[in-house]
C-alpha cells in the first residue's frame, strides 16, 4: 500500500503564494503522479501531473500560476502555487499510480488533502 501525506495549505490573500507538499511511501513507476483538488459543492478537478517520461500537464486554470515538481530522492511531490485567487480555495490532493494525466479515476493511491483558502 502507497500512503500519501499533504502539507502546505493554508490561509492566503489573493495574488499571494503557497507550496504544497506530499510525502510518498514509495515510487510507482511507470504511471503518472498528480495534483487534484476539490472545492464544496464542486467535482473534483485535476491541477496538475508528472507524466512517467517525467513532462509535466496542467489544467488551464493552472496554467502559467502554477508548477509542479517532484525529489525523487525524498520521494516528494510539490505543487507551487503563484498568483493565487479566491477560485483557487479546495482541498488539494496528490496522487499517485495514475494512468492519465488530469483524470483523477484513473488514479489508484490518494493523501487525505490539504486545505487552502484564499481570500480577496
Known amino acids: 500500500q502507497v500512503q500519501l501525506v499533504e502539507s502546505g495549505g493554508g490561509a492566503v490573500q489573493a495574488g499571494g503564494s503557497l507550496r504544497l507538499s506530499c510525502a510518498i511511501s514509495?515510487?510507482?513507476?511507470?504511471?503518472?503522479i498528480g495534483w487534484f483538488r476539490q472545492a464544496p459543492g464542486k467535482e473534483r478537478e485535476g491541477v496538475a501531473c508528472i507524466k512517467p517520461r517525467g513532462n509535466t500537464g496542467y489544467s488551464d486554470s493552472a496554467e502559467g500560476r502554477f508548477t509542479i515538481s517532484q525529489d525523487k530522492s525524498k520521494n516528494q511531490l510539490y505543487l507551487q502555487m503563484n498568483s493565487l485567487n479566491v477560485e483557487d480555495s479546495a482541498m488539494y490532493y496528490c496522487?499517485?499510480?495514475?494512468?492519465?494525466?488530469?483524470?483523477?479515476?484513473?488514479?489508484?493511491?490518494w493523501g487525505q488533502g490539504t486545505q487552502v483558502t484564499v481570500s480577496s
Open positions: 514509495r515510487s510507482i513507476y511507470g504511471t503518472y
Open positions: 496522487a499517485t499510480g495514475g494512468t492519465a494525466c488530469l483524470n483523477g479515476a484513473t488514479y489508484r493511491h
